[in-house]
């Protein structure tokens, strides 16, 4: 019999490249919930599937749509980022971070196998908890709300993963290497906050491989961190295109001597070493 999972945060960039990965496996029967847009004419390519799909206004409507469904899995992707907020954005940090996935869980809690959802590295500034924002601060808050969850349904595995970035080259977000390759195919000139920027990518296709293997295998409840044996200097990076290319953009370096080191220690996330060559791929695809 396949297995009921419900999917969040679909017609975002991860949650819509993990659809279009899972509906490759005939195993699962999805559901998308989705927020309905203001747009009535609003299409999204990511969401052109034949996956069952539950729209909701608002998060009052959650509860309601969702308390009679039976779900085995729930993956949980749905997140409102800001780096730096503003008054008016705390409500949706609230009720995007923890009160949907919250209603959700008390909604389907009951009947869950398994249940995958997403910190982010923003909680480590060094060894021990420390958010970088308040968005981070927010995804900490509900993975403690979720313990309470675990406690409920002791047959339900519980899972946090934590991922530093990724990267592939459909990926329209305003992140720094898509930045870069735009700059690079429209001649625009470059600011790089510090020379020795180093940053953990890897790409959405090895996160959906580990997704695939916590739904297929029996793991205990546990929280990850997946990340690249290898860092990619940005700064050697711009260099490598502009050789591959034969052409220079003008690249300005704010601070220059500063060095940024990416921790190698954590809490007590078990952690997931992953060999993906970023530089390899980024210049073998350009």
Known sequence: MKKRILVTGTTGYLGGEFIKFINKEKKFLITELIRERKKKNFKNSINNNHNNKIFYKNTNEVHKKLVKKKFEYFIHFAAFYKNVHIVKDIYKFNE????????????????????????????????????????????????????????????????????????????????????????????????????????????????????????????????????NTKNVSIFKLIKLIQKFKNKKIKLKIKNKSKSLNILKKYDGSKIISIKDDIEKYIIKNL
Do not use: W
């Open 96 to 227: 995007a971070n923890i009160l949907l996935p919250t209603l959700i869980l008390e909604a389907i809690n009951p009947t869950l196998k398994k249940f995958i959802n997403f910190g982010t590295m923003m909680e480590h500034k060094n060894k021990k908890y420390s958010p970088q924002n308040l968005y981070a601060s927010t995804k900490k808050s509900f993975e403690a709300i979720s313990e309470f969850y675990k406690l409920k349904n002791k047959n339900c595995k519980f899972y946090n993963i934590k991922i530093f970035d990724t990267f592939d080259f459909n990926d329209q977000r305003k992140k720094i290497i898509p930045i870069i390759i735009k700059n690079f195919n429209q001649n625009k000139a470059m600011v790089l906050d510090y020379k020795n920027l180093k940053m953990n990518i890897i790409r959405p296709l090895n996160l959906n491989i580990f997704i695939l293997k916590l739904l297929k295998s029996n793991f205990q409840s546990q929280s990850f961190i997946i990340k």
